[in-house]
């Protein structure tokens, strides 16, 4: 199955708001590492024949993921600082 990227980011919405109660509360090194292995579960599940190419791939993926996070950063503190705005 694959999804138009406008479908993709709605359902990546949906499932990162359902996902964020359960980070939430835990000290920051435990948030980080509990991410860190469903990231590393993630790349691990994409896998060709050859190890050579499936390091290639998961590479490639691994930095298209961290720019997509690098990208995030802004809007995401721009809400999280709006949040604290309003609540105080």
């Known amino acids: 199955m694959s999804l138009d990227s406008d479908k993709a980011a709605t359902l990546s919405l949906q499932l990162a708001e359902q996902i964020a109660p359960l980070l939430a509360g835990?000290?920051?090194?435990?948030?980080?590492?509990?991410?860190?292995?469903?990231?590393?579960?993630?790349?691990?599940?994409?896998?060709?024949?050859?190890?050579?190419?499936?390091?290639?791939?998961?590479?490639?993926?691994?930095?298209?993921?961290?720019?997509?996070v690098v990208q995030l950063i802004e809007v995401n503190e721009a809400q999280i600082l709006a949040r604290l705005k309003h609540d105080a």
Do not use: N
């Open 26 to 68: 835990w000290e920051p090194a435990v948030q980080g590492a509990a991410l860190a292995d469903l990231l590393a579960r993630w790349l691990a599940g994409h896998f060709t024949g050859d190890r050579g190419t499936t390091k290639s791939l998961r590479d490639v993926m691994l930095a298209e993921h961290i720019r997509s």
